[in-house]
């Protein structure tokens, strides 16, 4: 137990005999002096609890000592109990509590009550120590708080940068990848070349797969995580789908099937890019858990109310199945249904944590039946709102988009593959293409000509897309800062999407973007010019 200091002044020395005797404890330590100038020196020099002071003395009375120490920052939390022989007045009570006693001890001094006192006021003493220790020990909690919410911060804004920096230089080569495997398929190749090529396909699907995951799982849990949504053609999309994943099931062995109800509105309100991300995950898990039968993507119309449809998709298959105890935990964190999963069969185990999590953002639910040994069944059910447009077709074939002729359009991308990609693409839809490496090369042409629209690249060297787009639309010439802008960006992070917005750029195509959209959108802001032709 921590001995607290007691200091006595009193002018006479056998007063503090007496106080010495009543007082004598383990847990305390007496300190006295019969000069009040000698007390204030002792209270600095030392650190003293509690202090008895004798009313009446000379060169400095009681009184004028305890107006002293409370009047000094370092000395006034010292307890004070007087010591007094005079009156016991009203009046002079009133002056000693007004100038900071706690108490007082009246001569000739009562040894019980003497007793009883002090020790109520070590105890009070040793209370204000401790609140005093616990303040100290959380202010240093708050400093170390603050200090933990610095780094975090700072280590928040370098994973958030890492994700942004990851995304634009895994996703642009992704991009240059697909697109060129697109622009094989209209070469000639053999037998053995397209199943190359289909595998390539497959390959960067599932690369692209992997990088999206990891993404949102970052996202999510930062909360920074948005549903963007659009017109789509839920119909065409539900097949490419499952073309994606069609060599996978060819290669076990197994069927891979759509299933869609006629009734089934072509075009809704959705996001298309997790609508596909929570079918990818959900049809790749059932092709990999499946070695024989059928897996089989349904799409069913389950309810209408005005323009708003209930549909559901349904991926069943013929797997080995889900154990009871297993089928809640299966949608955790890099959670598999059993120990040995990823040794026979791979993956992350984030696809169906991640399937839940934005079927749940997008404001459904994701349910599973499944009977071990005898495969399983996972369904996504939500409302979306159904676009009624007669010319709208079911299915959308990339070799029948429609030319775009007429059209003169800058391109500034430093990636060389996405270069070559682009240039052909657009080319193949009798687009007039020049194409550029970054930003300061836009400015330059902009000086001499004047385009239909800008395909301009989010991050370049020299310039980046950002500042090229806001220079752009600071010029003066309505001929330039009127230029249909598209930002091409591979960030799938809200906070750079909307950068290129506030920069000025009228649309965004995300990388690997979808040739169709791309077409779509570059039909959309040249409508215009288009119809002129």
Same mark, same amino acid.
């Given at each position: ?6 200091? =006595? ?15 004598? *404890? ?12 000698e007390a204030l020196r002792l209270c600095w020099e030392q650190d003293i609890s509690i202090a008895l002071v004798d009313v009446q003395m000379p060169q400095m009375d009681g009184f004028e000592l305890v107006e002293i120490l409370k009047g000094n920052p370092r000395t006034r939390e010292i307890l004070v109990i007087f010591v007094t022989a005079i009156s016991t007045e009203t009046k002079y009570a009133v002056k000693g509590y007004s100038t900071g006693a706690m108490d007082y001890l009246y ?18 003493? *040793? ?156 049809? %790749? ?16 119309? =389950? ?15 013929? %797997? ?41 953002l997008k404001g459904g639910e994701i349910t599973v039946f499944s009977e071990f040994g005898k495969g399983a069944s996972f369904a996504f059910t939500n409302w979306y709102q159904v676009v009624s447009d007669p010319e709208i077709k079911a299915s959308v074939d990339l070799s029948e988009l429609p030319f775009l002729e007429g059209l003169e359009v800058l391109v500034a991308e430093d990636n060389l593959v996405n270069q070559f990609m682009i240039k052909k693409v657009l080319e193949r839809w ?34 980046? %897309? ?68």
């Amino acid at each position: 137990m921590e001995v607290l200091k007691i200091l =006595i002044v009193d002018d006479k020395p056998e007063n503090i005999v007496a106080l010495e005797a009543l007082l004598d *404890r383990e847990d305390i330590e007496l300190v006295t002096t019969t000069s009040p100038n000698e007390a204030l020196r002792l209270c600095w020099e030392q650190d003293i609890s509690i202090a008895l002071v004798d009313v009446q003395m000379p060169q400095m009375d009681g009184f004028e000592l305890v107006e002293i120490l409370k009047g000094n920052p370092r000395t006034r939390e010292i307890l004070v109990i007087f010591v007094t022989a005079i009156s016991t007045e009203t009046k002079y009570a009133v002056k000693g509590y007004s100038t900071g006693a706690m108490d007082y001890l009246y001569k000739p001094l009562d040894p019980y009550v003497t007793s009883a006192k002090v020790d109520s006021f070590i105890q009070l003493a *040793r209370s204000q120590r401790e609140v005093k220790r616990k303040n100290a020990e959380l202010l240093q909690y708050q400093k170390e708080l603050i200090i933990a919410k610095e780094q975090a911060e700072q280590g928040k804004r370098i994973k958030e940068n890492f994700l942004a920096s990851m995304s634009h230089e895994i996703r642009t080569p992704v991009n240059g990848i697909q697109g060129l495997i697109h622009l094989l398929q209209y070469t000639n190749l053999d037998e053995e070349q397209i199943k190359l090529m289909d595998l390539l396909k497959i390959s960067s699907g599932a690369l692209l797969g992997i990088i999206n995951d990891i993404l949102d799982i970052s996202k999510i849990e930062a909360g920074k995580f948005k549903i963007v949504r659009a017109e789509s053609n839920i119909i065409n999309q539900a097949h490419a789908i499952v073309d994606l994943l069609q060599y996978k099931a060819v290669e076990k062995g197994i069927e891979l099937q759509v299933n869609i109800e006629k009734e089934v509105p072509a075009m809704i309100i959705v996001d298309s890019l997790r609508i596909n991300q929570i079918l990818m995950n959900l049809i %790749g898990n059932a092709v990999k858990f499946t070695d024989k039968g059928v897996v089989t993507l349904f799409v069913k119309l =389950i309810a209408t109310k005005g323009n708003q449809a209930q549909i559901r998709f349904v991926v069943q298959d013929t %797997g080995i199945g889900i154990k009871s105890d297993k089928l809640d935990s299966i949608f955790d964190n890099f959670e598999q249904a059993d120990d040995n999963t990823q040794q026979l069969y791979g993956g992350t185990g984030l696809g169906l944590s991640i399937a839940k999590r934005l079927a749940e953002l997008k404001g459904g639910e994701i349910t599973v039946f499944s009977e071990f040994g005898k495969g399983a069944s996972f369904a996504f059910t939500n409302w979306y709102q159904v676009v009624s447009d007669p010319e709208i077709k079911a299915s959308v074939d990339l070799s029948e988009l429609p030319f775009l002729e007429g059209l003169e359009v800058l391109v500034a991308e430093d990636n060389l593959v996405n270069q070559f990609m682009i240039k052909k693409v657009l080319e193949r839809w009798k687009i007039e293409v020049e194409m550029v490496e970054n930003g300061k090369l836009v400015l330059e042409r902009l000086k001499t000509k004047t385009y239909d629209l800008l395909l301009i690249d989010s991050n370049m060297p020299i310039m980046g %897309g950002f500042e090229a787009i806001r220079k752009i639309r600071a010029d003066e010439s309505a001929s330039i800062n009127t230029i249909p802008i598209i930002s091409l960006s591979a960030a799938v992070l809200d906070e750079e999407q909307q950068r290129a917005i506030d920069a000025g750029a009228n649309d965004i195509i995300t990388k690997p973007f979808d040739l169709s959209v791309l077409h779509h959108k570059i039909k959309k802001w040249t409508s215009k010019v288009l119809k002129k032709d």
